[in-house]
């Protein structure tokens, strides 16, 4: 239990570092965050959440993308939908389907992958992630339209990623 306090306190630490760090160099928290858990993982060894916390991780993960994909869902104004539909429409279609073809393709002609994970890797590729895509915008000063568009794409490319990623 101890070490386990001790890795929350770790991330939560770091975290707020990331963040602090991003706020004075305008550059995006999550590149911040993302150096910082590669860096005190993989390349030091300093924290390993899967030896800390064993069969308690995935539950906690998996609680905690609930609660962002909860929080995403409460901020959605359903009213930019009606300005950015046909932009949106277009992209999660035809730019998944292009993206999802072209990723799987590349992952069995490229990469040597057997199909059905080339298929699985295309979909994977598809996926533009609401929780990546929404701080980047809040840090943009990018116009309203096509913010609004690159924010819904994100919401409905998840599910359809998914969906490409499982299918047979």
């Known amino acids: 239990m101890e070490e ?16 602090w760090l991003a706020w004075r160099t305008g550059w995006p ?6 150096a910082a858990g590669f860096l005190v993982g993989p ?19 998996a609680i905690g993308v609930a609660l962002i994909l909860f929080e ?19 992209i999660a279609t035809i730019g998944v389907v292009i993206g999802w073809a072209t990723g799987a393709a590349a992952g069995h002609f490229i990469a040597g992958l057997a199909w059905p994970v080339a298929i699985l890797f295309g979909g994977i590729l598809v996926v533009t992630g609401p929780t990546v895509v929404m701080p980047l915008l809040r840090q943009s000063s990018i116009q309203t339209r096509p913010a609004s568009i690159l924010k819904w794409e994100a919401i409905v490319n998840d599910p359809t990623g998914a969906l490409c990623a499982v299918m047979p």
């Open 4 to 19: 386990q306090a001790l890795v929350i306190a770790l991330v939560g630490v770091l975290g707020i570092g990331a963040q």
């Open 29 to 34: 928290a999550i590149v911040l965050m993302l």
């Open 43 to 61: 390349v030091f060894g300093i924290m390993n959440p899967e030896h800390a916390f064993g069969e308690l991780l995935e539950p906690m993960v």
């Open 72 to 90: 995403g869902g409460l901020s959605l104004d359903f009213r930019e939908l009606r300005h950015s539909g046909e932009a949106v429409w277009r």
